[in-house]
């Protein structure tokens, strides 16, 4: 459904919202009208009248209606700023978002599209789109990649899929930016649509993911998951003074994506006061350099350290792991020299590096 401009002035926004629907695939139907959701970790029992927890997917007479055909949130950004940094270097990502997620981060960047339906402060209006008119804003900009982000993209994976969808037959790669709360059903859903996936690794404490509205054993499976099934994958933890950055933490963090392979770029990232945690102070530099030497440390060949641009040093950067060359020079999250043979090897040595390179 198209929604005229007038409605979107004089209607409240979760009318507005179960407007732009149509019936997800995501879901199990139960006796009594009842249905389960499989989109997040989350899988809510969802009974007839009620909404799943990330408040936009919802139960009408035992059929799951999910998000459709608009977009709350729409850029064009570097593809090192999602950040995918093992994927088409110096390239640009038309990044799209609707509106809702299935945790309250109380830090979150993008809270006006996260928070729509909890927070009465927040809200972005929606604008009615197709998949089509989106794949051709991406063209036009000079996309290479299409990537769904600014809030939770597994809760509107349906609406992704087409989109992506439209994207593959365009010639365009295809990225999920999620805080992994996943499960098999909705992994199995994307893979044939979707090349990268980045996940938020927030903590590998079960305390903070209980703060944040999530379950930290649902996330290390996604990562999992997401590795098995050949999604490429990065993985991002926001570096919080206080709250995560100790040395135990960091090197659990570490170790845990080393067990599933130290190909997985990890990116340790800076915090800064945003939307309702004004507490912590801003992440120093030093704190993002012990992180991402604790990573390397641990094994992990890919490590990065972001947010903070030319104050961290060879961590913005991509070293061949065998000769130790540099390959891909960044500041921030401009590209300034790329070394890789067409086919992503490093030209000194010859090692393959894992990513996508074109």
């Given at each position: 459904m198209v929604l005229k401009a007038e409605d979107l002035k004089v209607l409240p926004l979760a009318q507005i919202l179960d407007r732009q629907t149509r019936e997800g695939e995501l879901y199990e139907r139960l006796p009594e009208k009842a249905l389960r959701c499989y989109a997040c970790g989350h899988r809510c029992l969802i009974r007839d009248g009620r909404r799943g927890i990330c408040k936009v997917r919802f139960n009408r007479d035992g059929t799951l209606y999910v998000p459709w055909g608009y977009v709350a949130a729409l850029q064009c950004d570097p593809t090192e700023k999602k950040p995918f940094y093992h994927m088409l270097p110096g390239s640009h990502t038309l990044t799209f978002g609707m509106l809702g997620c299935d945790y309250h981060c109380p830090y979150c960047q993008n809270w006006l599209t996260s928070q729509a339906l909890r927070d009465p402060a927040a809200g972005a209006r929606p604008e009615s789109v197709s998949p089509k008119g989106l794949v051709d804003l991406a063209l036009r900009s000079g996309a290479r990649l299409v990537g769904s982000s600014y809030n939770e993209p597994l809760i509107t994976a349906e609406w992704a899929v087409a989109i992506f969808q439209e994207a593959k037959t365009a010639g365009l790669k295809t990225c999920f930016i999620s805080n992994g709360n996943g499960t098999e059903q909705v992994?199995?859903?994307?893979?044939?649509?979707?090349?990268?996936?980045?996940?938020?690794?927030?903590?590998?404490?079960?305390?903070?993911?209980?703060?944040?509205?999530?379950?930290?054993?649902?996330?290390?499976?996604?990562?999992?998951?997401?590795?098995?099934?050949?999604?490429?994958?990065?993985?991002?933890?926001?570096?919080?003074?206080?709250?995560?950055?100790?040395?135990?933490?960091?090197?659990?963090?570490?170790?845990?994506?080393?067990?599933?392979?130290?190909?997985?770029?990890?990116?340790?990232?800076?915090?800064?006061?945003?939307?309702?945690?004004?507490?912590?102070?801003?992440?120093?530099?030093?704190?993002?350099?012990?992180?991402?030497?604790?990573?390397?440390?641990?094994?992990?060949?890919?490590?990065?350290?972001?947010n903070l641009p030319g104050r961290v040093g060879k961590y913005e950067n991509t070293y061949c792991p065998t000769c130790k060359d540099p390959l891909i020079a960044r500041f921030g999250f401009l590209v300034t020299a790329n070394r890789l043979t067409p086919d992503g090897s490093c030209p000194s040595c010859h090692t393959p590096i894992p990513g996508i390179w074109s």
């Open positions: 992994l199995t859903y994307l893979r044939p649509w979707c090349d990268g996936y980045k996940i938020d690794l927030k903590s590998m404490s079960q305390k903070n993911y209980r703060y944040l509205g999530g379950v930290l054993e649902h996330v290390l499976e996604t990562v999992q998951m997401v590795h098995a099934v050949g999604f490429w994958l990065e993985v991002v933890t926001l570096i919080v003074p206080g709250w995560n950055d100790s040395d135990e933490e960091l090197t659990q963090a570490a170790e845990f994506l080393v067990s599933i392979s130290p190909d997985i770029p990890w990116h340790v990232t800076a915090f800064h006061k945003d939307y309702k945690m004004t507490d912590p102070d801003h992440t120093r530099p030093e704190t993002l350099l012990r992180a991402a030497r604790i990573g390397q440390s641990a094994g992990l060949r890919y490590v990065y350290a972001g």
